[in-house]
Structures are given as C-alpha cells and as structure tokens.
C-alpha cells in the first residue's frame, strides 16, 4: 500500500507551508498573519511540488530581468550601451497603447542581447581598424543616432550598379562624411555591393547555413535526393566541380578564401598572403579522431595549434615551477600530467609483463588488450573532440591533398538525418563556377531610448546571413561616412567557426604578398593579411567613435 502521507496530499501541503513560519522571528510571523496571502494562480505557482526531490525538481523560471541602468551622471547617452535605454517610443502615452510595429521591432532585435556572450567584458583601446574576424557571422545588428533610411528602399538603377561593381570588383571611395546620405548614390551603391556573397549549392527552400545543428531547420522541408542514390551523385558531381573550381581561383590568387560548410564539421581555404601565411591554408573545426586518423592515413600534414599552444604553455608553467619548487617534487609532477603528456606510468603500459612472469602470476592476472591501450594513451587527443581545440591546420601543398581527401571522404555527406545526400554548402565572396549570387537580408528599425531627462531616437540596421568576414568590414566602410563616424554593432557568431581566428603561421613568418585582383577592397585585403589576433574567440561587440574602432570578444 501508499503511505498515509501520500493518500493525502493537502494535508501535506500545509505542512509544508507551515514549515518555513516555524523558523522565522515571531515578529516577522505576526507581520505575515496579519498581511492578507495571495490568492489565486500566481500563489499556486510558487509553491514547491512536495513529491519531488532536489534531484528531479524542475528548474526555477528566469529571474525577472533587470531594469535599464540608470544613465550615467554626466547625461551622456553614449556612455552606456544603447540595448539597456530601448523600450517603446513613446513620452507620456499610456503604457498599454499599441505602438507601431516597425518601431517596436527594435524591441524584439535586441531581446537577446542582454545575455552574457552578447555583452563581452574585455574593451579594447582605440584604433583605427579593428583585428580581423573569421568567424562567419549570423548576423549583425548596427545602432546609431543617425536614422539609417538611406539603406533601404534602393531605386532599380542602384542596386544594378551595385551588383555590376560587385562582380567587375570595382572599388568606391568615399568621402569622410556624407552630409546627406540619402541622396549620395555612391554610398547606396556601395552598401549594395557589400550585401553579395556566393553559394553552392542553391536550394530556395531550404536554409543551407550553419549547416552545423540544422536537421531541426531542415526536418519536413522536402528532399527529393535523401531515397534517390542517382540524384545524390548528380549533386555530388556537380558540387565537386565547384569545389575544384574554387580552389582553383584561390591557388591562382583570384579567390581570397572560401569556406565549406558541412553538418560535421567546416573548413576555411586561404590563400597565400592573407592572415600572415605566406602559402596557402585550411582549417578545420570542429574534428574527431576519426577524421583526424583519415587524413593522417591519406598522408596529409596538419598541426593542432590550440592544442599545442596549451601543450607549451602548460609546459612552461611546469618548468618554472620546477626551478623554484623546494619540496619532494610531487606537485611538479601532477602539473606535468596535467599539461597533456602521458603519465609516467602510461609507458610502461605496453612494454612486457616480464614482472608477472617473475612472480609467478602471468596466467592469473589479466594483461590490457592492445586497444585498450592505445585508447589510453591517446586519450588526451580525444578528449578534445568536437571542441574549439581540435582544429586542424593544414599548410602548403597539402591543401591539395586535402581537396581530394574531401571530395571522396564519406563523412562530408551525412548518410541519415534530414541532411542525408545534401552536399556542403560552400561560401565564398567571388564568384565561381556553379555558384549563385545572393545577397544579405538588412532592414532599418527606429525606436527610442530613454535618457536622462527625457527621450532619444535611436535607429538600427540589421543585417542577417552568412555574414563573411570581407562583408563586415565592407560595411564598417559604408556607415562609417553615412553614420559621421559613430555606430555600435553587436554581433552574433556563428560558434564553432570562432575557432578559425587562431594563428595560420608562425610569428616569425608573415611575409606580406600582394592580391591585387581577389576582388575585395584594398582596406578589407589589408586588414585580412594581418596575423589572427583573437585566438578562438570572435568579436561580439563593435563601437566606432569619432572614426575609431573599440571592440569587445
């Protein structure tokens, strides 16, 4: 049978209420008698499921969130961040009168900006260009005081000649400040030309990136190749002759880079002269130690540097602590094992068992099979799967290797889920054989923050799609003259490709070589010839004042 205590359950609940009045001041219990409870379903709410347990208990609600900070003593309202001043636009309305949907959109863009990797801690001085950012961005979202009508509504003539400077890499310089940008042409034009990228393969109804955690996007959209094996070959052929094309133009100098997405894993070619390389690169993020073990067995080269840098660093840390450590020795040990290198007993794993033998207990004690060790001492490589440490670089002439390792690698296609025969997607900002042109989705908002002492209006752009890393800094371009030199822009990256910002070259290497004709702007192949700075982080916040960058990653 059921004990008592379960056959009646309201008794139990007050029990439970009874509870915490027994250990509070009898003045505070007074206090609470005489205040009248709450009643109805928010009281209920609150309550505490008396048959569970700490261990299957539902986890609490959100805390409420916070009220915007205060403006800052002086009134300056660019002192804070925009996001903590936005609410509706209105003065002295009523707070339940409905506003206009395009001015409370701004509301919803920047929702979720209030969480901690939206918010980043670590400002940086002011410069003049901000480091480069291979991260490939989901979407971007620019707030200013200046209104952003100028990007919207484009005529036919200047979206054409947008795309026809895009494809002849025709480059547009503007002035310093535009006094009226929504008569300036050129700068419509130019922030056109800023919106193209290329894709393959081209599928309308389905959404081919991040391609990465997808299947739930993709689930129910129709896939006519996922049962047709003649189908899933015609588009493997076909976008094996775009990824050859691809790498073409990039060992040629044409392309500057190009990315491959897939549902495992991404890659990111570049070519010779951009992120202080001076050949050609790869990277690959996240990786196994399957594919790792492939690429290895078809004989191809690669370094982990993330892994490899903590490997030193930890090393270093443990050698230091060797030259003053006074003790026994022991804590200089467990830093060593802690750094990545096998225990000192993990040698002794796959030598004989001569030591039984000599005891006498061979046939008694059961030896570790061959795999068992092995799994043991490569341990520490597997434990970085799947993470931002298990990216793979890949240099020089083993990038060729690597094209024809990706082409027949079975993994790069998945063979079940909603994303079975669908080939990568790849991306790339000039144009190639197969490839479709497309451009960014953006869209001006208007809303109104509040200051102190009143009201301000404050516009933003978003910008949504695979956002390359040419395509910010083209746009940065753009707003810096229409804008008069002062925007914010928050950024949300696409994480595992966060890891590509991690050096391509050694310090010492950094040989600069020209790209004339990649077809981007000679500032954004500058800024993309410098060495990663960021490590495997991205940037998430962009602040340009008075035409110089601040940033936070």
């Known amino acids: 049978g059921h004990s008592p205590g379960f056959k009646k359950p309201p008794a139990l609940l007050r029990l439970k209420r009874k509870r915490p009045g027994r250990r509070s001041d009898p003045a505070g219990t007074a206090e609470a008698a005489a205040a009248p409870g709450p009643r109805g379903p928010s009281a209920a709410a609150r309550r505490r499921n008396p048959f569970s347990s700490l261990d299957n208990a539902p986890q609490r609600a959100a805390a409420a969130p ?3 900070a205060a403006a800052p003593a002086s009134g300056d309202p660019s002192a804070a961040p925009f996001w903590q001043f936005l609410e509706p636009a209105c003065e002295e309305k009523p707070p339940r ?3 206009p949907a395009e001015s409370s959109d701004i509301l919803a863009l920047s929702k979720d900006l209030h969480s901690p990797l939206a918010v980043p801690k670590v400002p940086s001085s002011p410069r003049q260009e901000f480091p480069a950012d291979w991260s490939i961005k989901t979407r971007v979202l620019f707030m200013s005081s200046q209104p952003f009508t100028w990007a919207e509504h484009l005529k036919a003539q200047e979206e054409a000649q947008g795309l026809a400077q895009h494809c002849r890499a025709t480059e547009t310089t503007l002035p310093q400040s535009v006094q009226e940008p929504q008569l300036c042409t050129e700068l419509r034009c130019a922030f056109q030309q800023s919106l193209v990228y290329w894709l393959h393969p081209s599928l309308p109804w389905l959404p081919l990136f991040p391609r990465i955690g997808a299947d739930r996007r993709i689930a129910g959209k129709a896939c006519p190749w996922a049962q047709d094996e003649a189908l899933q070959q015609a588009l493997m052929s076909d976008w094996s002759v775009s990824f050859t094309s691809l790498y ?3 060992r040629a100098r044409l392309c500057p880079y190009f990315y491959v997405c897939s549902a495992q894993f991404s890659v990111l070619f570049r070519a010779a002269g951009l992120a202080g390389s001076d050949v050609p690169t790869a990277a690959i993020a996240p990786t196994t130690r399957g594919l790792r073990e492939a690429m290895r067995s078809e004989g191809i080269e690669f370094s982990l540097p993330l892994l490899e840098e903590s490997r030193t660093r930890k090393q270093k840390n443990s050698e230091e602590s060797l030259e003053t450590e006074t003790a026994d020795g022991l804590g200089v040990g467990s830093t060593v ?3 990545g290198e096998p225990a000192p007993s993990d040698d002794d794993d ?6 039984l033998e000599e005891m006498g207990v061979q046939d008694k004690v059961k030896k570790p099979d061959t795999i068992s060790i092995q799994l043991r001492k490569e341990k520490h490589e597997v434990q970085v799967d799947h993470r931002p440490e298990s990216l793979v670089l890949v240099r020089g002439s083993n990038t060729f290797t690597l094209l024809n390792f990706l082409i027949s690698c079975r993994s790069l296609v998945a063979v079940a889920g909603p994303q079975a025969g669908l080939p990568p997607t790849l991306l790339s900002p000039v144009a190639f054989r197969g490839g479709t042109m497309q451009t960014l989705k953006a869209r001006s908002v208007s809303g109104r923050a509040r200051v102190q002492g009143g009201f301000e209006d404050v516009f933003s752009l978003e910008v949504l799609g695979p956002i390359l890393p040419h395509a910010l800094h083209a746009l940065t371009l753009v707003l810096g003259p229409a804008q008069r ?7 949300s990256p696409h994480e595992p490709s966060a890891a590509f910002n991690t050096r391509a070259a050694p310090p010492q290497e950094a040989v600069h070589q020209d790209l004339p004709a990649c077809g981007l ?3 954004t192949l500058d800024q993309l010839s410098q060495c990663p700075t960021l490590g495997k982080s991205s940037i998430r916040l962009l602040e340009m004042k008075d035409y ?6």
């Open 548 to 553: 110089a960058y601040t940033w936070k990653a």
């Open 350 to 355: 796959d030598g004989s068992f001569s030591w």
């Open 248 to 250: 073409n133009l990039l």
């Open 485 to 491: 030199g002062a925007f914010r822009a928050l950024l």
């Open 337 to 339: 094992e802690d750094a």
């Open 66 to 68: 916070q009220p915007p």
């Open 97 to 99: 009168r409905a506003e």
């Open 521 to 523: 702007h000679p500032k």
